[in-house]
């Protein structure tokens, strides 16, 4: 699994030119990504600028019995826990009452620590294709499941994924007419629902009254080089998920919820390494030139925080026509509205006239602003945000 690579105001790049604003929605992100090391997602996801985090079991066994530590740790970084994902409800009869406790228990837990929704998925029958009595129990437990989280002060999501018993959308539908609308609601995965055969946008609005909140993710298939049925999660935009369609339709509905990144798998993640995140290949934007359409400003995102170094490995490279030029370890760069390139490097702010950008002429940038001298000063303690 790799490791995200999205702020939250970046989000809106992977949805193209054609991007559409949900005043509504605030987005979190899965630690799913972190392997268990939950005070380094928590961490990092809140640096990254979300409000909302999703945990998984691994923070029930390292906080289950001090859920005041992990509540205080949440409120410091100013992050909200979305939810909290509990495993699958079994079919087996036999082992319904001990899995039912504990899903309840993680509930208790997801209550202690001021979280809002208990996730789970629903097993899918193993080695044969499921029967109608399958759904009819299957929404019974999740009916009776909704009802306990309820009692605690918890809703219920279910989260159809590849594999369980709502994997298709008309399983998904046999499963969700099967259980209470009062008690159970929808955690639409817009890429497992594609994968499962389905449009996840006509999804937002057939399940419009039931949809709790929404995993936000991009699936490629088939793998090149692999089976037809193979498939794999890829970065937002890169993906055959049509994210714009999807928030167009969270706009037509009026939803007002939580959509939370639970990506891919392209980066790597070592927390030894000079670098901590690695995105191969690196992640690239760009913005052309507003006077010569020809001439472009990309950014290389390389990865996130380097050991002593800044938190976004970036590298901005100058582009006209097939040629490029880096601007080396320029901090920041970007095009004003004459044309010309103004873009800081270590300290000093230079401008490259908009004729010389076209010729990639770097050396006719000229010093507008030194910083190096100046320092912060401590003030007294204010609002705790701008």
Same mark, same amino acid.
């Given at each position: 699994?790799?490791?995200?690579?999205?702020?939250?105001?970046?989000?809106?790049?992977?949805?193209?030119?054609?991007?559409?604003?949900?005043?509504?929605?605030?987005?979190?992100?899965?630690?799913?990504?972190?392997?268990?090391?939950?005070?380094?997602?928590?961490?990092?996801?809140?640096?990254?600028?979300?409000?909302?985090?999703?945990?998984?079991?691994?923070?029930?066994?390292?906080?289950?019995?001090?859920?005041?530590?992990? #509540?205080?740790?949440?409120?410091?970084? #100013?992050?909200?826990?979305?939810?909290?994902?509990?495993? *699958?409800?079994?079919?087996?009869?036999?082992?319904?009452?001990? @899995?039912?406790?504990? /899903?309840?228990? @993680?509930?208790?837990?997801?209550?202690?620590?001021?979280? !809002?929704?208990?996730?789970?998925?629903?097993?899918?029958?193993?080695?044969?294709?499921?029967?109608?009595?399958?759904?009819?129990?299957?929404?019974?437990?999740?009916?009776?499941?909704?009802?306990?989280?309820?009692? %605690?002060?918890?809703?219920?999501?279910? /989260?159809? /994924?590849?594999?369980? !018993?709502?994997? *298709?959308?008309?399983?998904?539908?046999?499963?969700?007419?099967?259980?209470? *609308?009062?008690?159970?609601?929808?955690?639409?995965?817009?890429?497992?629902?594609?994968?499962?055969?389905?449009?996840?946008?006509?999804?937002?609005?057939?399940?419009?009254?039931?949809?709790?909140?929404?995993?936000?993710?991009?699936?490629?298939?088939?793998?090149?080089?692999?089976?037809?049925?193979?498939?794999?999660?890829? $970065?937002?935009?890169?993906?055959?998920?049509?994210?714009?369609?999807?928030?167009?339709?969270?706009?037509?509905?009026?939803?007002?919820?939580?959509?939370?990144?639970?990506?891919?798998?392209?980066?790597?993640?070592?927390?030894?390494?000079?670098?901590?995140?690695?995105?191969?290949?690196?992640?690239?934007?760009?913005?052309?030139?507003?006077?010569?359409?020809?001439?472009?400003?990309?950014? $290389?995102?390389?990865? %996130?925080?380097?050991?002593?170094?800044?938190?976004?490995?970036?590298?901005?490279?100058?582009?006209?026509?097939?040629?490029?030029? *880096?601007?080396?370890?320029?901090?920041?760069?970007?095009?004003?509205?004459?044309?010309?390139?103004?873009?800081?490097?270590?300290?000093?702010?230079?401008?490259?006239?908009?004729?010389?950008?076209?010729?990639?002429?770097?050396?006719?940038?000229?010093?507008?602003?030194?910083?190096?001298?100046?320092?912060?000063?401590?003030?007294?303690?204010?609002?705790?945000?701008?």
């Amino acid at each position: 699994m790799a490791a995200l690579a999205w702020s939250a105001p970046q989000i809106w790049t992977a949805l193209g030119s054609s991007r559409v604003a949900v005043a509504g929605i605030r987005f979190g992100c899965a630690a799913i990504t972190w392997k268990g090391n939950d005070p380094q997602a928590i961490d990092d996801i809140a640096d990254l600028g979300f409000g909302g985090i999703q945990l998984r079991d691994s923070a029930v066994r390292r906080w289950g019995e001090k859920p005041e530590e992990l #509540k205080a740790l949440l409120a410091e970084r #100013k992050l909200t826990l979305v939810a909290l994902s509990s495993g *699958s409800v079994t079919l087996d009869p036999a082992k319904l009452d001990s @899995n039912l406790a504990l /899903h309840v228990s @993680n509930a208790r837990f997801l209550r202690q620590v001021g979280g !809002l929704y208990l996730q789970v998925t629903d097993e899918r029958p193993a080695g044969r294709e499921p029967s109608a009595e399958d759904f009819r129990r299957m929404g019974w437990a999740l009916s009776e499941l909704g009802r306990r989280t309820a009692d %605690i002060g918890v809703t219920l999501a279910l /989260h159809p /994924h590849m594999g369980a !018993l709502s994997q *298709s959308p008309s399983e998904i539908r046999r499963v969700m007419d099967a259980s209470d *609308s009062r008690l159970v609601r929808l955690e639409l995965d817009v890429a497992h629902y594609a994968q499962g055969g389905g449009d996840p946008a006509e999804a937002v609005r057939a399940y419009a009254g039931r949809l709790l909140f929404l995993h936000i993710k991009d699936v490629e298939s088939p793998v090149p080089g692999s089976g037809p049925e193979s498939y794999r999660f890829v $970065e937002l935009g890169r993906g055959r998920v049509d994210l714009p369609a999807v928030f167009q339709a969270l706009k037509t509905i009026g939803f007002d919820g939580w959509a939370v990144v639970d990506e891919g798998r392209e980066a790597s993640r070592d927390f030894d390494a000079k670098v901590w995140i690695v995105f191969d290949p690196p992640r690239v934007l760009e913005k052309r030139a507003p006077k010569d359409a020809g001439v472009r400003l990309r950014l $290389e995102i390389h990865g %996130i925080k380097e050991r002593l170094g800044a938190w976004w490995v970036v590298e901005h490279v100058l582009v006209a026509g097939g040629d490029a030029a *880096s601007l080396g370890s320029a901090e920041w760069a970007d095009w004003d509205r004459r044309g010309d390139l103004v873009f800081a490097n270590r300290g000093r702010l230079f401008r490259l006239p908009r004729v010389a950008a076209a010729r990639l002429d770097l050396a006719a940038a000229r010093e507008i602003a030194d910083f190096r001298g100046d320092a912060f000063e401590a003030k007294p303690p204010g609002p705790a945000r701008w």
